[in-house]
């Protein structure tokens, strides 16, 4: 959810795509890489997946494992020597799927949130489709509708989309957490911040789109009660 590790690009660029970089260690099957544009998935969404390219070889990048400051990403097959210089490259029309498709919830849940002071209690993202779970009661079709209209408006407005890093005390002073439960470690200093121009700041670690008319337009395909105070929203995108 936050973070400015500067080897980690994707919290930085979401559109580098492919990036020259370096093997600095080697353990079996994984690597860790001097930069990586590889998210390794979290908060519902989705890990990239995509290929280490060298020299003489090539292999998938197939997962991702944190420990403590490393990042290592599992690879198919031999990996590349420690010291061996490597394009990394994201498979990208799935990386860029997922993204329209977070941004889109961060919109719905923006929305939910300014309409109903909603908040959310779980979510998945795939490339294909989104859900999202709120803390309320009351969904029924008029609301859906209504959620559905101010998400598509914010959208076809063409607000453009930026990253920020804010300190610990900015992010304790601003109303930046749209889960029903604070989901920002508390060791963190640095918080990093996505927000929509003019509409809704949310601290987050994924990937997303640069202006909100590349969501393209949303549609609610399903809603279900998924217990007391406790709805569900699926949704999905036009091409």
Not at 15 to 41: S, W
Not at 94 to 118: D, E, Q
């Amino acid at each position: 959810m936050s973070g400015t590790d500067d080897a980690l690009i994707y919290l930085r660029d979401a559109y580098a795509a492919e990036v020259e970089t370096v093997v600095t260690e080697i353990d079996g099957v994984r690597v860790t890489l001097g930069e990586t544009p590889f998210y390794p998935g979290g908060g519902g969404q989705p890990a990239d997946h995509g290929v280490l390219r060298w020299t003489g070889g090539e292999a998938a990048v197939t997962g991702h494992e944190r420990a403590g400051e490393r990042l290592w990403h599992q690879v198919e097959g031999a990996a590349p020597p420690a010291g061996t210089a490597v394009r990394a490259a994201l498979d990208w029309p799935y990386r860029y799927a997922v993204m329209r498709h977070h941004t889109a919830v961060h919109v719905l849940s923006g929305v939910v949130y300014h309409l109903f002071r909603a908040t959310v209690t779980g979510g998945q993202i795939y490339p294909d489709r989104a859900r999202m779970d709120f803390a309320l009661a009351d969904l029924n079709p008029g609301r859906v509708a209504a959620i559905e209209g101010e998400a598509n408006r914010v959208i076809a407005e063409g607000r453009p989309i930026s990253v920020r890093f804010v300190s610990r005390e900015e992010f304790e002073r601003h109303d930046l957490v749209r889960t029903a439960k604070n989901l920002v470690p508390a060791h963190l200093t640095t918080i990093r911040v996505v927000e929509i121009e003019g509409f809704d700041a949310q601290a987050d670690g994924g990937t997303h789109v640069r202006n909100t008319r590349e969501i393209g337009a949303l549609r609610v395909t399903k809603t279900e009660n998924k217990g007391k105070s406790n709805r569900r929203l699926e949704i999905a995108l036009s091409a």
